[in-house]
């Protein structure tokens, strides 16, 4: 029986993030072009986005790289625009702490931004329900695979696309139809707007901080509205009683 749960979880993880994997592998393809006219070697880009697997903190060390920034600079820009991924884990923690280690770390390095999001989607509460890391795993594995698939095609069609193509935009492009339908809720919108004029106006920190500090602002202006949203209603339905 908890098979047959986990098929039709799987099944259905497939059916939610398939309309999502075009995008994943443009912004993928974006990235891998932006390797290439960064002057990275065919192996290094294709090491990079094996291991790495963060578009966006790939192109903020991008000019860093080609600058012969030190070291400690380039990953310490990278680590500040991923430190998203903490407050992820944070969201993905108690539905899979029974795991164990070796598999809770593989599982979230196959995870991006929008796995978390369409996961979040289905399984909003803590509570124990069977088939969650089965629709996970179908998540992430098509998500890894399309972002290493438009990766590659990016990385080895680089030197043949010229800049004029505008394939930055395009990439932007697909990331938007992506995230857009994940706008669910006043809270959610309160956060994208907060985080998208954050981002804006901190664009001129250093090391990529305004990222982090519109990630950080977003998040808690949305929690913040929802928890006021969910005393309010609590608050209507006593009421009502």
Request: proline share 4%; charged share 10%; with cysteine.
């Amino acid at each position: 029986m908890h098979s047959d749960i986990d098929r039709a979880a799987y099944k259905e993880g497939l059916r939610v993030g398939a309309p999502t994997w075009f995008g994943v592998a443009a912004w993928g393809l974006v990235v891998g072009v932006a390797m290439i006219k960064a002057g990275l070697t065919l192996t290094q880009a294709l090491g990079m986005t094996l291991i790495v697997f963060a578009g966006s903190a790939q192109l903020a060390a991008l000019p860093l790289i080609a600058a012969q920034a030190p070291v400690w600079v380039i990953f310490a820009t990278a680590l500040v625009v991923n430190l998203r991924f903490v407050i992820f884990s944070a969201i993905l923690a108690p539905h899979f702490s029974h795991l164990p280690w070796r598999t809770r770390a593989w599982l979230g390095f196959l995870t991006g931004d929008i796995s978390v999001g369409l996961f979040m989607q289905r399984y909003p509460e803590f509570g124990e329900e069977k088939g969650k890391l089965a629709y996970l795993k179908a998540l992430i594995f098509p998500n890894w695979g399309a972002w290493q698939i438009g990766s590659v095609i990016g990385i080895l069609l680089g030197s043949q696309v010229p800049t004029r193509w505008g394939l930055g935009f395009a990439g932007t492009l697909a990331i938007l139809c992506i995230t857009l339908p994940l706008i669910a809720g006043r809270a959610a919108l309160l956060g994208v707007a907060v985080a998208g004029a954050v981002a804006v106006l901190a664009f001129g920190l250093p090391y990529k901080l305004g990222l982090l500090l519109a990630v950080l602002l977003g998040m808690g202006s949305a929690m913040w509205l929802e928890e006021k949203l969910e005393v309010r209603a609590s608050a209507a339905a006593k009421e009502a009683a």
